[in-house]
């Protein structure tokens, strides 16, 4: 029983060391987070708000959550102060990332709990939405500059976060082929469910568009025109992506690109110089967030025991998404096409991330039973069950991430004369400013039966 003891002692002295919560030993973040994501879901904005969670994930992932709900629910400054709470947390955590990269392994392998005890790194696609909805914010307050330098920020951070992982992903492999374990891994990644394509899940095309506008309503059209194109190679079958780089290489004399995106897409119909351009940016739906699903795996240990243990992994099941009827623009429908889908993103990041996660689990399942021998030695049947009962409840899967996302986005442009329109939807009204020469920018967000929704006339052209 002493030695049972000081396992126990051990175990917890770790979590409290840590400064890590109960509810993260013996539960996992969807289930913590269920009443706000389906306040959410349901366009209850300000119940979302106050159903979420304090902190349970760290800094980061709160203040993201924080923001994208206080955001929808019109909470501007709220919204604004929590992504900056969390930009402020990313940029501390990847300055210390090469301590991180060096140490996470030995961390992981003396952890006895499960991965939700390890700092949250949020993902690529995570901390392009952060700068996004930073530039939204901005955008809001009608402040271009601070826009700007979100979209910039963007694609830095991205490309850091993708080395990080990178060599995340390295490190895992090596420690995988040193402890033995890269056969019983295959194993589990056969039968791991699909997370989804990888084509066309990897970069964010709603940020590239929004960038795009931002340039052009900055003047800066060569910088409009790459993000433009880049938008388009991400969606390649959306027309309003394809007319506005048409509109752009017709303007810059970039007739070869012209030429080779009329023969795809046809000719380009210059609009009328007395109308302006109205761009709807749609968000529907709230992003899919991560089940758990468990897998038997048979690990030898350092004695060349056997041990059968069942493997906590997180997954996205297959759910259908909701569809919303069009706006209407002017008593006219509003026939929008998708430009991001970030559940898709979501599951093609879970399937990068994979093999880094089932090396940490079973590591950890290693270890576990180590800890159940020694609390088993001399025949000590209750410190073998307790072992047991401990290891087994700890096993949660890490189902943190961003879930407060929409599920996809749609857009849609069109040129209009001069003066106020109208927008509606589900009897609800915007009053749309237009004016010639300029571009007018909607922003929606739809859940449920509800929406939140905001218009801004953006620089001369």
């Known amino acids: 029983m002493l030695k049972h003891a000081a396992v126990v002692a051990l175990s917890f002295s770790m979590m409290a060391c840590a400064n890590l919560s109960t509810q993260s030993l013996f539960s996992h973040y969807s289930a913590t987070n269920a009443q706000a994501y389906e306040a959410l879901q349901q366009g209850k904005y300000h119940q979302a708000v106050e159903a979420l969670p304090e902190a349970p994930a760290g800094n980061i992932l709160d203040g993201m959550e924080r923001g994208r709900v206080n955001f929808v629910a019109e909470q501007y400054p709220t919204s604004f102060t929590a992504l900056q709470h969390a930009d402020m947390a990313v940029k501390e955590q990847q300055r210390q990332a090469s301590i991180q990269i060096s140490e996470g392994f030995n961390q992981a392998g003396a952890l006895l709990t499960n991965d939700n005890m390890i700092t949250y790194q949020p993902a690529d696609y995570e901390l392009g939405f952060l700068h996004l909805y930073l530039a939204l914010n901005y955008i809001q307050q009608k402040d271009l500059e601070g826009a700007l330098v979100e979209v910039r920020r963007a694609n830095l951070v991205q490309e850091a976060a993708k080395k990080y992982r990178e060599a995340e992903l390295e490190n895992a492999a090596q420690e995988a082929q040193r402890k033995g374990l890269s056969q019983n891994l295959g194993a589990v990644l056969a039968r791991y469910p699909d997370a989804g394509d990888k084509l066309g899940n990897v970069q964010n095309g709603y940020l590239f568009y929004l960038s795009g506008v931002l340039y052009e309503a900055d003047g800066d059209y060569n910088s409009a025109y790459i993000d433009y194109k880049r938008a388009l190679a991400v969606a390649p079958r959306n027309v309003y992506i394809a007319d506005t780089v048409l509109r752009l290489a017709t ?102 991330e994979l093999p880094v996660i089932v090396v940490r689990q079973a590591l950890r399942v290693v270890a576990k039973n180590e800890v159940r021998k020694s609390a088993a030695k001399g025949g000590n049947d209750v410190g073998n069950v307790l072992a047991n009962i401990f290891n087994t409840l700890t096993e949660q899967p890490d189902t943190r991430s961003w879930q407060s996302l929409p599920s996809s986005i749609n857009m849609y442009h069109t040129d209009l004369t001069a003066g106020t329109h109208k927008l509606s939807w589900n009897g609800k009204q915007l009053d749309v400013k237009v004016a010639a020469g300029r571009t007018t920018m909607v922003w929606v967000s739809r859940q449920g039966d509800q929406l939140s929704w905001w218009s801004v006339l953006l620089g001369g052209n």
């Open 251 to 352: 303007r810059l004399q970039m007739n070869e690109d012209r030429k080779q995106l009329e023969a795809r897409y046809g000719k380009y119909n210059a609009p009328k110089a007395d109308s302006g351009r109205v761009v709807i940016l749609d968000e529907q739906g709230v992003v899919q967030p991560r089940d758990g699903w468990r897998l038997p795996l048979w690990l030898e240990d350092s004695r060349g025991d056997g041990v059968i243990y069942n493997l906590a992994l997180p997954y996205y099941p297959n759910t259908v998404s909701p569809r919303f009827s069009d706006l209407m623009l002017d008593n006219q429908s509003v026939k929008s096409s998708e430009l991001t889908n970030v559940t898709n993103m979501a599951k093609n990041s879970l399937n990068e």
